[in-house]
């Protein structure tokens, strides 16, 4: 062990992929080298600058001889804050705070090894290494930590390893939220809040009158939160929702009670959830889907059986799973996935004792949902008997970037000699009304109750189309309800009052039949109406205009995931509709021919050509795999981690809410409306993006062995498959 500059001593070890709160969190290994450095001060001596740095981490590589490798994994030993400042000087020559491949530094850095106590350097080179670095030092800065001994393996390491370890041990916790006491400041936090004065503001339903009580006092005992806390009227319209513009909040969620024995009171408890990322802090509707996906296969199912109860919440509180839960989303909804949700967690708990609860009470909500939003007019279209997002409300939407609008708006104020604030403000009071403006804006309520906001497809359009998406969604429903009810409930479910809706208020008990029924009725609707075999796809139908649209969208694929197509229409999708869709980075979200010319006119929109998104990958996935298509999920799903693996490593870590699936070298730049989410850190990337995250740890699961290793290595498909096809050839 002991030995003379330049020869190695044993660094006592904990597992180099460890959590953070472990890896930095414990002092002690470092200790222990202070202590053995302490021992053998004469080497130290021998240094010959022992006085000048104390870990000798960022003197130039002269000062030592460069290491040998010893066959031992190399630890390095590092001054956090010397190396991180050397590493950015030199490194981060466009000064984003990032390493990456745009970066044009010499991208070599010694750093000392700990086995050497600093005396013996070597080379830390490559974007992606010197990247990892960054991003570790970075981290352990925010531990406190001024000194660590870090693994080379920590740095090097297998990047689709790296990644999968990062969301599953770290962007997860980042991501959760629970909204109670102990963090309604940063559940609070809206990057979206337009006001003068964001503060955090909580309203809370009359169904929840603990919750009032409870957080009123918290805000009496913490004056310095400044928490507004609002009882919600009982009767939400358009009106009230606008009369909350000035003062948006979130809108309170499940929590638990616990009966504390030596105070006598009662604890509450916010029930977790994860939030997207980015400007989205609150729990969504789709985005919750998505993520669950992803939480099981990380075994977080606390986290996604915690969003489940939380939508039972919101459908009994709010009447709806919302957009998400503030405020000025109290009237939309997004596509709903309940009980496939609910499906997924029960069977991950089934053996837990609360577990036939939990899947009755997902079913009352489900079961509420369906009748009194999706199969209720103005979503339901009486005539073809399928469903519309048709959300109500009125007015310009607060959330939006500002300039959204302003190429619609701008004609209307100068029409009326106004700015455009003063427009938008006459507009959202009614002082000033304009038909055709509330017409634009019906539909683009519907367009953002879609989650496909914005996109060609829909524009100017959406409230009247029955949808491939929504119309597959509750096909699914209809399914699903009858199978939990037939298998889990022997066939005959009793509805309490309180989830009867006021159409169904005589109905006190469901039975299997009538959802079969319904959904072999949305099925031969679909197949008469959407379903166009000579293009291999299902379009959206027009309601108003009874006819069918001609967009390409990958929504067609859903009708594979909800299991509603025939064998033959998803062999014909295979044929006609995946070539068209399919691109370097997976799926793109429509065809160029459908999106058209896009120019400063006519901008580009975010779920148009050429984006791809999370959800339509899982989706179409699973909708191959469920009709045997194997091959085809295998290789869209490569392609798609290919690409987040490719910017992950190229990119500083990056992870982020969508990707251009045309463009291999940067697919995370998107200036489309309002940017990317997720590109904008310090460092290290702290939580990735909500259903990316999902997508990644999701896909991993479809892939076999070798794809997983090929991917490891930066492989692109192509290669992989030419490579495969050589080696079957003998
Ligand atoms: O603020 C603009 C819009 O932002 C949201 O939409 C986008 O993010 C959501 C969260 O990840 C996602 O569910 C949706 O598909 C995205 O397009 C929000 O949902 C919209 O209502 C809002 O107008
Ligand atoms: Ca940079």
Request: aromatic fraction near 12%.
């Amino acid at each position: 062990m002991t030995s003379s500059n330049g020869n190695h001593k044993r660094v006592p070890s904990i597992d180099p992929f460890s959590h953070p709160d472990v890896y930095y969190g414990d002092e002690d290994s470092l200790a222990r080298i202070r202590d053995r450095r302490r021992a053998f001060s004469t080497s130290v001596k021998d240094y010959g600058r022992g006085e000048i740095s104390e870990y000798l981490g960022t003197l130039p590589s002269r000062r030592g001889s460069h290491d040998e490798h010893s066959g031992q994994p190399r630890k390095f030993l590092i001054n956090v804050d010397e190396t991180l400042d050397a590493l950015l000087k030199q490194e981060d020559t466009d000064k984003n705070m990032q390493i990456t491949i745009e970066d044009v530094g010499p991208k070599v850095l010694s750093v000392g090894t700990a086995g050497s106590s600093g005396y013996n350097r070597v080379d830390v080179r490559g974007t992606y290494m010197l990247s990892n670095l960054l991003q570790e030092l970075t981290i352990a800065k925010d531990y406190g930590r001024k000194h660590v001994v870090l693994d080379e393996v920590r740095l090097s390491e297998n990047p689709v390893a790296r990644l999968s370890r990062l969301i599953k041990n770290s962007f997860w916790n980042a991501l959760t939220r629970r909204i109670d006491g102990s963090n309604i400041e940063v559940a609070g936090k809206d990057p979206k809040d337009w006001t003068d004065d964001p503060r955090p503001r909580i309203y809370i339903p009359p169904g929840a009158p603990e919750q009032f009580e409870y957080y009123s006092k918290i805000a009496e005992k913490h004056p310095e939160l400044r928490l507004d806390v609002i009882m919600l009227d009982a009767n939400i319209t358009p009106d009230y929702v606008m009369s909350l513009k000035e003062k948006p909040g979130l809108l309170a969620l499940a929590m638990t009670k616990k009966h504390d024995d030596e105070t006598g009171e009662d604890e509450y408890t916010g029930v977790p959830f994860v939030v997207p990322g980015g400007r989205f802090n609150e729990l969504y509707g789709w985005d919750s889907y998505m993520e669950s996906l992803g939480l099981l296969v990380s075994d977080r199912v606390d986290l996604a059986k915690g969003m489940v109860i939380n939508f039972c919440f919101e459908i009994k509180h709010y009447g709806k799973i919302l957009n998400a839960n503030r405020s000025y989303y109290l009237t939309r909804s997004q596509p709903p996935f309940l009980t496939d949700m609910a499906l997924r967690v029960y069977e991950r708990i089934k053996n837990e004792p609360d577990s036939r609860e939990f899947l009755r009470n997902a079913v009352f909500a489900a079961i509420k949902e369906y009748y009194s939003v999706w199969a209720a007019e103005p979503r339901l279209d009486p005539v073809t008997g399928l469903s519309r997002y048709r959300p109500e409300g009125w007015g310009v939407p607060p959330e939006t970037e500002p300039t959204h609008f302003i190429h619609l708006l701008m004609p209307y104020a100068e029409k009326h000699g106004m700015s455009f604030e003063e427009f938008v403000e006459a507009y959202n009071s009614r002082a000033i009304i304009e038909p055709e403006l509330d017409e634009y804006f019906l539909h683009d309520r519907a367009v953002r109750e879609s989650g496909h906001d914005t996109s060609y497809r829909l524009e100017r359009v959406c409230g009247n189309l029955a949808t491939v998406d929504l119309n597959s969604l509750l096909y699914k429903y209809e399914v699903d309800i009858a199978r939990i009810i037939r298998i889990h409930f022997n066939d005959r479910l009793e509805i309490p009052v309180e989830f009867r809706t006021p159409a169904t208020k005589d109905t006190a008990f469901e039975s299997s039949s009538t959802w079969d029924r319904r959904a072999r009725k949305r099925k031969q609707r679909m197949d008469q109406l959407l379903w166009d075999a000579d293009k291999g796809m299902f379009f959206d139908y027009d309601t108003v205009k009874q006819q069918r649209t001609g967009y390409e969208s990958a929504t067609t694929f859903w009708a594979l995931w909800a299991g509603l197509a025939t064998p033959a229409q998803a062999a014909t999708m295979v044929e006609k509709a995946l070539p068209r869709l399919e691109a370097y980075g997976g799926l793109v979200s429509g065809t160029e021919e459908s999106r058209g010319p896009v120019g400063l006119e006519r901008p580009n929109r975010q779920w148009d050509f050429p984006y791809g998104w999370a959800p339509q990958q899982m989706l179409a996935w699973t909708g191959f795999l469920r009709y045997g298509y194997q091959e085809e999920a295998e290789r869209l799903a490569y392609k798609w981690l290919y690409m987040i693996t490719k910017a992950f490593v190229d990119f500083n870590g990056v992870v982020v809410e969508k990707y251009d699936v045309t463009r291999p070298i940067d697919p995370h730049r998107v200036d489309a409306e309002y940017g990317n989410q997720g590109t904008d850190f310090k460092g290290a990337p702290r939580e990735g993006f909500g259903w990316v995250n999902a997508s990644y740890v999701y896909g991993l699961e479809i892939l076999n062995a070798h794809m997983r290793r090929s991917l490891g290595a930066i492989t692109p498909y192509e290669t992989w498959k030419k490579a495969v096809d050589a080696s079957d050839a003998f």
